[in-house]
């Protein structure tokens, strides 16, 4: 009943008294009161979305106070040291190595700002999975790097909260929560009931109340705290739960809760027993954890929607025990809930983590209190959290929902290893993983198929595919990364043993079996799966246990990982049933328990001093070790040698990822050292013969020219035969593992790397394999990388290419290291393509050529020294001293002598490679390994000892072959005795190949026997001789006769032998070369295979005197090369075959050197001769007049020929709008790119703007088509026309562009729209401009000066421009050349919009075009004006004019402005050259015309120009500027005189007046402008207006330079126009000259100043006036038409007097120099039109708007901003930086490309969509390129890719 009153009351006055009840010592009333009231208003049978209940709690808790004001007050008590501001999926944050401990510290921008990180290694970065700020937490990160506010430890100068103020709080929230758990409880139901939307739209309902929640926690510490206290308080959850029997509601929510509890399959243990057979759907939990060895399970296909949650029916397991240690036998399957907090966080599991909850729970986080029960309920959900994570149909944003929590609670080693002690969390992790793998465990197919009992994960499983398990094993990385957890965990030896029970899940996953008869149908690509698995499941959490095993402290953990791996390998082996054949044509590239072994092992032997022997299994362990590892790297060769070709392109991707960089070190180099360790521990005769067989090609091995080889095809032999011997010289020469320092391994990879191709910084950074997790993003000693990185390259800074395409920073390796450290066998283990090796080895060429080392021929791989092995693994040099190595180098360097077939140059230089590595690393000879007598009595036939110096010269003089019947060894006349003598005496020394690797099979034998220790039967296995018939296949019949074949040679002599063969010169070692060589040791290092000879001959003799006297001997013995017996004639096609294959790749070459010379001459010539000026640049005296038409080369049809009516030829040309001119701006400075809220840029003081607003105030008070003859338009979308200079013929480009339209191909241009590539240059072009026929002989007439005076020629001017018709052109008949020209007009039209032609008050009215028109010429001219720096002062026909289409442009306009006349009433020529009687009778209501001194003068020239006959001659042209000249020198005088002060033109008027009749009076600048003066003053109103605003230059007094100064510069810009004008029309050079003398320069070569100006008077601007009347009258008349408008108009058309023509050069912003500055403003900025921040901001370059790229809610009309704004601001040319990418994009009308960056890293690199977040700088070259191709227009030539945008941008 009390409750309804209070409901009815007000909020506020209610919630005060309640406080003040509250605050009583007896407070019972006001509890109970407000308990009523709270039953109320939260009562959650009310539907959730209901906000009245929300309002209620905030007044509540407010005591009465506004919420605002009560949410400061709290916050005054905030004791927090913690940012811990919370951020969700791509906030932008930062990460400081230099001050993190932790590898996941993060801090957000404003503490990284305000902290102090210069010099530190940091970077931005997107987060992806959502973060808190860690600044304050001293466990994460050093104190140094927090920032200004959480430095202060603010907690302990806060004052303590006052009681009374949250307590309210307290009794409120903790009945807001309840409600909240209640409307979850209510809502939630199972998802195989529900649809995901049911719980999406419980969530919703929830949302203000959540959000509300999260509002509290940023209330900072006190709020906090009240939080904690409530979630975490077992009493009243209890009674929640418990006490509400007689509340229905509260009950049904009370069984919803139990049974979602039920169906998690989180029960008690007790129900669970009951129930477990009735629940088949829970099949994986019945039958826990098999261990290996638990019967095999039947794999039957389940269905993966009903029951991710293990339905591979594993049932047939035996159920196994989890480990003693578990203390509670159950991790998976019970929960209990105690308090609010694990409700809450069950429930946020079971609605698969909504964000706003994520992030509520995570703001908690600075509690202490809060964080370490909430890390304990985290790890209590654990298992739970795995289940929902795999049913889950959205597990990517679950994973990230996860990591997001789970990474805040274990970055923190205190809190982690309290967790591990209290709560098991190791063992909960482990089991957790375990548990989730088993869902998908297949049986494996390795070996003996049918009898295997291991199990594997299967690649294809959703749980690999997707990587759902990452979120798991990244926490389990995340804690094995703080050292006393990572302790816990190598100790426990049960916790271990699983461990290897999880590991061996991967070993031998997918696993490949060759397809041998037909492609496979279907690639399957789950090797990305198995791939990413290995590395993160096995590899990094290995890592990061090595991390801890570096001292000899830790020893036992090593020896401990050491069994373990070597027991479950040993079970492996049963399970798959593996002796010691390896099942045929399979390969897994996943043994991670080999690399766990090998790891631990390098480990141990490196930083713990530990001794490898004790470490090692037995031998035969070691044998079967080694298998499949070898097995690996000999498929490697199988796949390169093609042999896989039917599996796909998968099976070559798999190869590569093996080796690539972030593989590398977790695959390859664990397998490679396992085999080393193999290799130094076996019978060295036992491993070399392993390698051979298993790389196929022991039937190669063979003294005779032919043999069968029943395991490859011909062409298969020479790679793989290849690869055997490049992986012996890898295994033999690599000390990763045995014995480099860590520095020495980094120099060599970063060496192998650069070598390869010059690398940027962060390609290298990526490429180096780093050592320890890649997770944590620290690359050890990274300081270390710079310094290594500066002692091994030389940065080549970012340049340019003319192609425009743009560099990065570079680094290049320095000549020192090419000459001392390159490392081919480095560069082939590193190199995932082929190619780089090759591109490795031409980089060498290059550089020995260029410093003069080697010069001649291919040279061949350096051989390099080897760093010293690490004593444990001496016994690998055993490999180089075994007798069957020896055998199989003579038989290849006899073979290569021979030219048998399948040699190769490779094999021959890695045979030499062998043997200087044997030569190198000597064994010291132990006499106690005494071989035992049955070996030495089959190998004393071939060498005596093992030694390879030794061995060497060891003659070998007979061997028995076995050759099919028909090699060519079989048809020799055999001599009887010669055969049997050799057979009695040399019975040893006829052994043959193939009994030698039939040893191999006996030594096979023998070793198992030594195993078992049987010796009494290896005596009597001897000689089994027959065993060689191994090697033929079943069903052949054996064919093998033996033969016996003289040799007579030692190694020595076939080296010596091959030196000769290679330096094609008999003797070509002396006898003495030894001694000669003595004198120069060190010209050996580099070159080809001669040198290699060389140097290991002279190393031979250095080191015994046997091997000296035999090399001396055999020298001296000159014998010619002696032609084997027999020479196969395949061997002599095949070396045919490459000297034709030489020969033709030479004629290739030639042809092609020949070809570019050709073309290239054809360009230059093309540039020069084709350049539209040809017809004006004829000699001007020439005496002999040529009556020739100019000539045109058709670059379609290769014709040469003039341009006719019928067929015209016409230039290729690019039309584009333009606004470039429009963008120039007073100031040379260019303006600011705005970085905060204060500074802005005004677009109105730009010539664009200025020019619009002088054209409507003309319109506003004259004659519309007086005003469109008065200015010119086109500084915003004028069109600009540009040409590559190339021609052709109009019907020939039509035809071309019919076959461009019907060529399908994706071009980057719209045939459409008529745009196409030029024939010739492939430049970009949109049209064709016809070329005017004509003849020389016209240019020289028209040049001719007719020594007329002026008056004459004003006369002639004014008849021109009456005859209209006489258009040298017969417009009255339609030619085609008039049809061109018209569509030309038709294309300028369409170039541009409708908006930037459209100035007139009528649309489309002919005055209209005609302004059109007219400015288009203008425009180009202005442009190359700006081109040309914005003067003429640097003369010359620059590149610009040397292309220029002006002079034909010209033509086509002027044809075109002939169909306008000009009335003669108003032709303005009559205005500048006679004094006209006044006229009064126009002054009815018409207005008045624009008066001449308003008009731009400019403009009127390009008028007379184009309106008057062509071709004009050039006195009628010079006539022209003379007459314009006077005005624009009147308009200056006039402009001038109102800078004056009133005094000032009182002054001037009357000194003036008196020279008014001195003898030159109309060339004095005095008396004309006291004439203005006076003129003007007779009506008030014209110098009035600008009296109110003083004028800037009043300051200064005028003085005579300043006036005559001021006159100039007012006149220049008409003398520049009028001279390029000139320049064009008539071929006239345009002379340089200094910038102050640009004056006279330009009014000499026009003609209105002789050329040698008169020192005496440097007031030039006047002397060149010619006034063919007196100019006082005709001045007088110019401004009575400004006296005589109306007062109104005066006032606002004086502004029209004082123009100022002067415009800067166009610039693009200024930016700053720190790309930071802009990012941080721009990247959270609103957008102005939708007010919401965009996803893809940008920001226009050239004007500096701010607009969404692709953003939806700025379209217009079907058009995104970028586009509509690139159309607004540069006529269709847009230029915009993309903030949160750092490039920038180009649009030029339909199209758009990516530019580049201008913001280069400290290495001249760019950070596109700033992955890597390091600081950026300006790079002002690349800027000042962007700038250029603006203004030159040269975007659509430059660059390359373009594609259509749709106006989707």
């Given amino acids: 009943m009390m409750a309804a009153l209070l409901l009815r009351r007000d909020k506020k006055s209610t919630a005060a008294h309640l406080k003040s009840d509250l605050n009583r010592t007896d407070n019972s009333s006001g509890v109970r009161q407000l308990q009523e009231l709270l039953d109320s208003v939260l009562n959650p049978e009310k539907p959730a979305a209901d906000t009245e209940a929300l309002d209620w709690c905030k007044c509540l808790i407010a005591g009465g106070e506004g919420f605002e004001e009560f949410c400061k007050t709290v916050r005054s008590y905030d004791n927090a040291t913690l940012c811990g501001l919370v951020w969700t999926a791509n906030f932008v944050a930062y990460r400081c190595r230099t001050c993190g401990i932790s590898p996941c510290m993060s801090l957000c921008a404003e503490c990284f700002n305000n902290g102090d990180h210069t010099g530190h290694d940091f970077n931005m970065f997107r987060s992806q999975a959502g973060g808190a700020c860690d600044c304050g937490d001293s466990n994460v990160m050093r104190e140094t790097g927090f920032c200004r506010r959480h430095r202060l430890r603010t907690g302990e100068n806060v004052p303590s909260v006052p009681r009374d103020l949250l307590l309210m709080s307290e009794m409120v929230l903790s009945r807001f929560i309840i409600c909240i758990i209640q409307y979850l409880r209510d809502g939630y139901t199972e998802p195989d009931t529900s649809t995901e939307r049911d719980l999406q739209k419980v969530l919703q309902q929830l949302e203000p109340q959540i959000s509300f929640l999260e509002e509290l926690t940023k209330m900072g510490g006190a709020m906090r705290t009240v939080l904690t206290k409530i979630l975490t308080n077992q009493q009243t959850f209890k009674d929640l739960s418990m006490g509400q029997e007689e509340n229905v509601f509260a009950k049904k929510n009370y069984e919803n809760y139990l049974s979602a509890l039920k169906n998690s399959g989180l029960v008690s243990v007790e129900e669970k027993a009951q129930t477990g057979a009735a629940e088949p759907t829970r099949g994986s939990e019945t039958g826990a954890l098999g261990l290996l060895g638990a019967a095999a399970p039947s794999s039957s296909g389940s269905n993966k929607e009903e029951d991710q949650d293990g339905g591979q029916s594993i049932g047939q397991r035996k159920r196994v025990k989890l480990s003693s240690t578990t203390k509670d036998p159950s991790i998976m399957d019970s929960l209990k809930h105690k308090c609010f907090l694990e409700e809450l966080l069950f429930w946020t599991i079971k609605y698969e983590f909504p964000q706003k909850m994520v992030t509520f729970l995570l703001n908690m986080l600075p509690d202490q209190d809060y964080k370490i029960t909430f890390t304990k309920t985290f790890v209590q959900h654990y298992a739970f959290i795995m289940k929902t994570l795999m049913k889950s149909q959205e597990s990517d944003t679950m994973s990230n929902r996860i990591v997001h929590i789970s990474v805040q609670l274990f970055s923190n080693e205190d809190l982690a290893r309290h967790v591990t002690e209290e709560c098991q969390l190791l063992d909960i992790m482990v089991t957790v993983l375990l548990y989730m793998m088993e869902s998908c465990l297949i049986k494996s197919e390795l070996q003996d198929e049918e009898n295997s009992r291991h199990v594997v994960v299967n690649c294809s499983e959703a749980l690999l595919k997707n990587n759902t398990y990452w979120p798991l094993v990244s926490d389990f990385i995340n804690i094995l990364s703080h050292q006393s957890v990572a302790k816990k965990f190598l100790e426990d030896h049960s916790l271990l043993m699983l461990w290897m029970s999880f590991v061996s899940f991967f070993q031998g996953m997918n696993l490949n079996k060759r397809e041998l008869s037909e492609h496979v149908e279907f690639e399957s690509q789950t090797y990305y799966a198995a791939f990413a698995a290995e590395l993160e499941a096995c590899a990094q959490p ?57 790891m631990f092992l390098s480990k141990a032997v490196k930083c713990q001093g530990l001794d490898l022997e004790s470490l090692l299994p037995d031998q035969e362990m070691l044998m079967r ?9 000999a498929s490697l060769s199988e796949i390169h040698s093609n042999m896989w070709v039917r599996n796909g392109l998968q099976i070559k991707g798999q190869a590569m990822t093996y080796v690539q960089s972030h593989f590398c070190n977790s695959m390859i180099d664990p397998d490679i050292f396992l085999l080393q360790v193999c290799a130094s521990r076996l019978d060295p005769d036992y491993f070399i013969s392993s390698v051979f067989e298993r790389f196929k090609v022991v039937d190669l091995l063979t003294m005779a020219s032919v043999h069968q080889n029943t395991v490859l095809d011909g062409e298969q032999e020479r790679p793989m035969l290849e690869g055997a011997l490049t992986f012996l010289v890898i295994l033999s020469s690599l000390r990763i593992h045995l014995g480099m320092a860590d520095d020495e391994i980094l120099r060599a990879e970063m060496v192998s790397q650069l070598c390869m191709n010059d690398r940027t910084h962060s390609s290298l950074l990526d490429l180096i394999p780093e050592n320890p997790n890649p997770k944590s993003g620290i690359v050890p000693g990274s300081c270390s990388f710079e310094e290594m990185l500066s002692a091994v390259a030389d940065f080549k800074a970012p340049v340019f290419e003319l192609g425009g395409s743009m560099q990065q920073g570079m680094y290049t390796p320095k000549a020192e290291v090419w000459e001392k450290e390159f490392d081919p066998i480095m560069v082939i283990l590193r190199t995932v393509y082929r190619r780089d090796v090759q591109s490795a080895m031409d980089r060498y060429s290059a550089f020995l050529k260029q410093s003069g080392m080697h010069t001649t021929g291919n040279p061949w791989p350096p051989y390099k020294e080897r760093t010293p092995l690490h004593p444990c693994y001496k016994g690998l040099d055993r490999l180089l001293h075994c007798k069957t190595l020896h055998i199989v180098i003579f038989t290849l360097l ?18 030499l490679y062998l043997i200087e590595l ?28 093992t030694n390879l110096l030794s061995n060497l010269h060891h003659v070998i003089n007979y061997v028995r072959v076995r050759v099919p019947e028909t090699a060519p060894e079989v048809k020799r006349e055999r001599e009887p005795p010669a055969s049997t003598s050799a057979e009695a005496s040399n019975f040893g020394q006829n052994v043959r190949e193939a009994q030698v690797f039939s040893l191999v099979a006996e030594r096979r034998r023998k070793f198992q026997e030594i195993i078992n220790r049987s010796s009494t039967e290896a005596s009597q296995a001897v000689r089994p001789k027959s065993s060689s018939t191994r090697w033929v296949p079943p069903g052949t019949p ?60 002279t190393k031979a003799a250095t080191r015994s005197h046997q091997s000296k006297r035999s090399i001396q001997e055999i020298c001296g013995k000159v014998f010619p090369p002696v032609a084997p017996k027999k020479n196969s004639p395949a061997a002599k096609k095949t070396m045919d075959k490459e000297e034709r294959r030489q020969r033709a790749r030479e004629r290739q070459q030639k042809l092609l050197a020949e070809f570019a010379s050709r073309q290239k001459s054809f360009m230059e010539t093309a540039m020069d001769v084709e350049s539209p000026d040809t017809e004006a640049a004829m000699d001007l005296g020439a005496s002999e007049v040529k009556e020739s038409e100019v000539l045109y080369d058709c670059v379609i049809c290769g014709q040469s020929g003039p341009s006719t009516e019928d067929r015209p030829t016409g230039l290729v040309v690019l039309l584009q709008a333009s606004s470039v001119l429009g963008h120039r701006c007073k100031s040379d400075e260019a303006k600011k790119l705005p970085t905060t809220d204060d500074e802005r840029i005004y677009p109105a003081d730009t010539c664009g703007a200025a020019h619009d607003v002088r054209l409507a105030l003309m319109q506003s008070f004259f004659k519309d088509s007086s005003c469109l003859q008065s200015v010119s338009i086109g500084w915003d979308g004028g069109v600009y026309v540009q040409t590559c200079g190339h021609t052709l013929h109009i019907d020939c480009h039509k035809s071309y562009m019919e076959s461009l339209r019907n060529d399908q191909v994706m071009q980057g241009f719209s045939v459409d729209k008529g745009e196409f590539t030029c024939p010739l240059c492939r430049q970009f072009a949109n049209s064709v401009l016809p070329c005017r026929p004509g003849r020389s002989t016209e240019v020289v007439s028209w040049h001719m000066p007719s020594n007329n005076k002026t008056s004459v020629l004003v006369k002639e001017v004014e008849d021109l421009q009456e005859q209209l018709g006489l258009f040298p052109v017969s417009t009255t008949t339609e030619s085609n050349l008039s049809k061109e020209m018209e569509l030309v007009i038709k294309d300028i039209k369409n170039t541009t919009q409708r908006k930037y032609m459209d100035y007139g008050k009528n649309p489309g009215s002919p005055d209209n075009d005609f302004l059109f028109m007219y400015s288009v010429a203008r425009t180009n001219l202005e442009l190359e004006l700006v081109h040309r720096g914005g003067n003429l002062c640097s003369g010359g026909a620059s590149g610009a004019a040397k292309r220029s289409c002006l002079n034909q442009l010209f033509h086509v306009l002027a044809m075109h402005m002939r169909l306008y006349s000009i009335d003669s009433a108003y032709n303005p020529w009559t205005r500048l050259t006679q004094v006209a009687p006044s006229r009064d009778d126009c002054l009815d209501d018409e207005r008045p015309e624009v008066p001449m001194l308003f008009r731009d003068c400019p403009s009127l020239l390009i008028i007379f120009v184009l309106t008057m006959p062509q071709p004009l001659r050039k006195e009628h042209f010079i006539c022209l500027v003379r007459m314009l000249y006077n005005l624009q020198y009147t308009q200056a005088l006039a402009a001038l005189s109102a800078k004056f002060s009133p005094e000032e033109r009182q002054a001037w008027s009357t000194s003036g007046a008196l020279k008014k009749n001195a003898f030159n009076a109309e060339k004095s600048y005095e008396a004309l402008l006291s004439h203005v003066i006076t003129e003007l003053s007779k009506v008030k109103t014209v110098y009035d207006v600008n009296t109110e605003e003083p004028s800037m230059l009043s300051t200064s007094v005028w003085s005579p330079q300043s006036i005559e100064y001021s006159l100039q510069q007012f006149c220049l810009p008409y003398l520049r126009l009028s001279c390029l004008l000139q320049h064009h029309l008539y071929g006239d050079n345009l002379s340089g000259c200094p910038e102050e003398e640009e004056f006279s320069g330009l009014a000499g070569c026009l003609g209105l100043l002789d050329p040698v100006p008169q020192p005496s008077n440097p007031m030039y601007s006047a002397s060149c006036l010619a006034w063919t009347v007196s100019a006082f009258d005709l001045m007088s008349q110019w401004c009575s038409e400004v006296t005589g408008l109306t007062n109104t108009q005066a006032e606002k058309s004086m502004t029209l007097l004082v123009q100022d023509l002067q415009w800067a050069s166009p610039h693009l912003l200024h930016l700053p120099d720190n790309y930071n500055t802009i990012f941080q403003y721009y990247h959270k900025k609103a957008c102005t039109a939708c007010k919401k921040v965009p996803k893809d901001p940008a920001l226009c370059l050239i004007c500096g708007t701010f607009v969404c790229l692709k953003g939806l809610c700025c379209k217009q009309q079907g058009i995104c901003e970028c586009v509509w704004h690139s159309q607004h601001c540069g006529a269709a040319t847009g230029i915009f930086l993309l903030i949160n990418a750092s490039v920038i994009i180009i649009i030029r009308g339909h199209r758009f490309c990516l530019w580049g960056s201008v913001y280069l890293d400290a290495h001249g690199e760019e950070d596109r969509d700033l992955r890597r977040g390091k600081p950026l700088f300006l790079c002002v070259e690349r800027y000042r390129v962007l700038a250029q191709q603006w203004v030159s227009h040269t975007f659509d030539h430059i660059n390359k890719r373009w594609g259509p945008h749709y106006n989707g941008l």
């Fill in 542 to 598: 290995m890592w990061g246990l090595l991390t801890h095993c570096k001292v000899k402290e830790t020893q036992e953990y090593t020896k401990t990982v050491v069994r373990y791996c070597l027991e479950t390998l040993q079970i492996w082996f049963d399970a798959i049933g593996f002796v010691d054949e390896l099942a045929p044509n399979q390969v897994t590239f996943h043994l991670p328990l080999h690399r766990y072994y090998a």
């Fill in 625 to 633: 070790i080694m298998v499949h590892p070898l097995q690996i790297q």
């Fill in 894 to 911: 006899y073979k290569i002598w021979l030219d048998h077939s399948n040699m190769s140059e490779h094999v021959l230089c890695m045979v």
């Fill in 918 to 945: 044997g030569l190198d690393n000597q064994v010291e000879e132990d006499k106690e390994d005494e071989e035992p007598c049955i070996e030495e009595h089959c190998h004393d036939s071939w060498f005596p000892g």
């Fill in 1038 to 1097: 054996p064919q093998l006769v033996t033969e016996i074949l003289e040799i007579h040679e030692s190694m020595l002599s076939l080296l010596i032998k091959l030196h000769q063969k290679l330096s094609a010169k008999q003797n070509s070692l002396s006898a003495t070369w030894l001694e000669d060589m003595d004198a120069n040791p060190n010209r050996h290092i580099h070159g080809d295979g001669i040198t290699a000879i060389e140097r290991i001959l």
